[in-house]
């Protein structure tokens, strides 16, 4: 019988710690690239957010026009 550092596992076992690692690395990546994508706000800018907010009725004009301002400067 073969031992654990003769057999097919002490030429490969080096593979898993790094398989392992970018496995966490890839997950870490999707997750970070779908939050700057915006969620699920689906890339949607700000100006458009409060046009939509607008248009419900949800805010009034002076508002829309203060917060307009804001996200201009």
């Not at 710690?17 to 949607?44: D, E, F, N, Y």
């Amino acid at each position: 019988m073969v031992g654990w550092e003769h057999g097919w596992f002490g030429g490969w076992m080096w593979l898993w710690p790094i398989l392992g690692l970018a496995i966490v690395a890839l997950v870490v990546w999707l997750m970070v690239s779908g939050a700057a994508k915006g969620g699920s706000g689906q890339g949607r800018d700000a100006e458009s957010i409060l046009k939509e907010r607008y248009a419900r009725g949800e805010i009034d004009e002076e508002e829309y026009n203060r917060r307009l301002a804001g996200l201009r400067r």
